[in-house]
């Protein structure tokens, strides 16, 4: 009883809190919070009953999600991150090849993670390593569209590649990510309690039937996560998607959600710019409409949240100008403003 006891010392830590922690920070996508927080609380039980002598029964959590653009993907996992307070690597799908190729070998992703804790083996040994636009490494269907005749060195050979440390243990990862050619420059990292979650926006990905699913179809609300079978038909390795038995689809953002970004999270954009405009002595303060028009410009440009900053940065061009010639006054951003700026700068 007292291993059981000493196994589960964590428990502070629980999924509702780890979503209560995310919700602080991520406006809507409660569904995929929801799964994020179980997939690493169980990938916590599980790295701390193989400490206490475990067998290796159970199987790591590793993490797909699935969803448009600026639906905050990467957001989510590099909170996650901070919330467990593990180091977090990030990294492009499609900057692997397969190994014997010019580009990246997917070692380089562990090499990452190592940088992120400054060469420290035991940190990065419990980190996540987050790899985007996984869905670009779908296998072609023709060698000779690619130019790579009988080998898919953007695709196929890639995901072979992978299968190697989605549930490795032991493996060599360069020191040095910048020269990671340098095969002398070596180190070795236990990657079994490393967590992985890849995420992409999967264009055109259907059910099988030909009916595209979840935000690529007509009803964008009722987001169906995709089956293995759609999976695999869009050019995954079963081996692959075996790997990764944790997904998720994630919503398009509305208008509102939008604006709640904009205003609402920790890190939300307009407290920030009014504290910017705070030390100039300026009161800077934005409309209803104003923040609504705002978000209908983010969703017509298709990037999500992403777009957010890029638009503000428009909208208060005017105003961080002036800053400090205009101390002591109070500024209402409204919707004329919005829609002047983004006609200008179009």
Same mark, same amino acid.
């Given at each position: 009883?007292?291993?059981?006891?000493?196994?589960?010392?964590?428990?502070?830590?629980?999924?509702?809190?780890?979503?209560? %922690?995310?919700?602080?920070? &991520? !406006?809507?996508?409660?569904?995929?919070?929801?799964?994020?927080? !179980?997939?690493?609380?169980?990938?916590?039980?599980?790295?701390?009953?193989?400490?206490?002598?475990?067998?290796?029964?159970?199987?790591? /959590?590793?993490?797909?999600?699935?969803?448009? /653009?600026? /639906?905050?993907?990467?957001?989510?996992?590099?909170?996650?991150?901070?919330?467990?307070?593990?180091?977090? +690597?990030?990294?492009?799908?499609?900057?692997?090849?397969?190994?014997?190729?010019?580009?990246? *070998?997917?070692?380089?992703?562990?090499?990452?993670?190592?940088?992120?804790?400054? %060469?420290?083996?035991?940190?990065?040994?419990?980190? @996540?390593?987050?790899?985007?636009?996984?869905?670009? !490494?779908?296998?072609?269907?023709?060698? +000779?569209?690619?130019?790579?005749?009988?080998?898919?060195?953007?695709?196929?050979?890639?995901?072979?590649?992978?299968?190697? @440390?989605?549930?490795?243990?032991?493996?060599? $990862?360069?020191?040095?990510?910048?020269?990671?050619?340098?095969?002398?420059?070596?180190?070795?990292? *236990?990657?079994?309690?490393?967590?992985?979650?890849?995420? #992409?926006?999967?264009?055109?990905?259907?059910?099988? *039937?030909?009916?595209?699913?979840?935000?690529?179809?007509?009803?964008?609300?009722?987001?169906?996560?995709?089956?293995?079978?759609?999976? $695999?038909?869009?050019?995954?390795?079963?081996?692959?998607?075996?790997?990764?038995?944790?997904? $998720?689809?994630?919503?398009?953002?509305?208008?509102?959600?939008?604006?709640? @970004?904009?205003?609402?999270?920790?890190?939300?954009?307009?407290?920030?710019?009014?504290?910017?405009?705070?030390?100039?002595?300026?009161?800077?303060?934005? /409309?209803?409409?104003?923040?609504?028009?705002?978000?209908?410009?983010?969703?017509?440009?298709?990037?999500?949240?992403?777009?957010?900053?890029?638009?503000?940065?428009?909208?208060?061009?005017?105003?961080?100008?002036?800053?400090?010639?205009?101390? #002591?006054?109070?500024? &209402?951003?409204?919707?004329?403003?919005?829609?002047?700026?983004?006609?200008?700068?179009?």
């Amino acid at each position: 009883m007292k291993e059981k006891r000493d196994i589960y010392r964590f428990l502070h830590v629980t999924p509702r809190r780890l979503y209560e %922690q995310l919700d602080q920070y &991520v !406006i809507g996508q409660k569904h995929a919070k929801e799964v994020l927080a !179980i997939a690493a609380y169980n990938h916590l039980k599980r790295i701390e009953y193989l400490k206490f002598g475990g067998e290796v029964s159970i199987r790591k /959590s590793n993490v797909l999600m699935i969803g448009p /653009s600026g /639906s905050g993907k990467t957001y989510l996992a590099r909170t996650l991150a901070r919330i467990l307070d593990v180091p977090f +690597a990030y990294n492009d799908a499609t900057a692997f090849t397969e190994a014997g190729y010019y580009g990246e *070998d997917v070692e380089v992703a562990i090499g990452r993670l190592l940088y992120a804790t400054n %060469q420290n083996v035991s940190s990065a040994e419990n980190g @996540i390593v987050f790899i985007d636009e996984i869905d670009k !490494i779908a296998r072609r269907g023709g060698g +000779a569209r690619t130019g790579s005749a009988a080998r898919d060195i953007g695709g196929e050979g890639v995901q072979q590649a992978l299968l190697k @440390i989605l549930e490795g243990e032991k493996i060599f $990862v360069p020191v040095n990510v910048t020269a990671h050619w340098n095969k002398y420059d070596y180190t070795e990292v *236990d990657i079994s309690n490393v967590l992985f979650i890849c995420a #992409g926006a999967f264009n055109e990905l259907n059910d099988g *039937d030909g009916k595209a699913i979840g935000f690529f179809g007509d009803d964008a609300s009722q987001s169906a996560e995709p089956s293995t079978e759609s999976l $695999v038909k869009y050019g995954f390795l079963p081996e692959l998607l075996g790997r990764l038995p944790v997904r $998720v689809q994630l919503d398009s953002l509305s208008a509102p959600d939008l604006v709640s @970004i904009l205003t609402q999270p920790r890190e939300a954009m307009i407290p920030e710019y009014q504290r910017l405009c705070a030390l100039d002595q300026i009161q800077l303060d934005f /409309s209803q409409d104003a923040l609504l028009e705002i978000a209908g410009a983010a969703l017509k440009q298709k990037l999500g949240a992403r777009a957010l900053r890029a638009i503000l940065e428009k909208v208060l061009h005017p105003v961080l100008f002036v800053g400090p010639e205009r101390a #002591g006054e109070r500024i &209402v951003i409204e919707p004329d403003d919005v829609r002047k700026a983004l006609t200008v700068t179009a």
